[in-house]
C-alpha cells in the first residue's frame, strides 16, 4: 500500500467525510482564495466547508493555511501516487 492510498484509507476510517460533506466542486474561490476541491453539505449548511488541496509543485500557501478554513492537504511526488488511490 503507497503511502498515499494508507493516508486516504486512515483518513476515510477516522473522519468518515461522506457522513458530513454531500457536494464536491472543482477550483471553487472561497474567502478570497481558490480551493482544489471544495467540500460542502446541501443537507447541513451550518456545516462549515472543507478544501481538499493537492500538493504537487508547491504546499499550500500559509495565508491559506492560516485563513481558519479546514483544509486537508495531500502530497503527491509523482503519477504513481494515484496508481493505488481509485481500487
Not at 493516508?7 to 472561497?30: G, M, N, P, S
Not at 466547508?49 to 509543485?57: A, T
Not at 500559509?62 to 481558519?68: F, I
Request: hydrophobic share 40%; proline share 3%.
Amino acid at each position: 500500500m503507497s503511502g498515499v492510498e494508507n493516508w486516504l484509507v486512515r483518513l476515510l476510517k477516522v473522519h468518515e467525510l461522506r457522513e458530513f460533506y454531500d457536494t464536491c466542486q472543482e477550483e471553487v474561490a472561497i474567502n478570497g482564495f481558490v480551493a482544489d476541491l471544495l467540500l460542502t453539505s446541501s443537507n447541513n449548511p451550518n456545516c462549515p466547508p472543507m478544501l481538499i488541496e493537492i500538493c504537487v509543485s508547491h504546499a499550500c500557501e500559509e495565508e491559506k493555511r492560516n485563513s481558519g478554513l479546514k483544509i486537508i492537504e495531500i502530497k503527491i511526488r509523482d503519477e504513481t501516487d494515484f496508481d493505488n488511490i481509485f481500487f
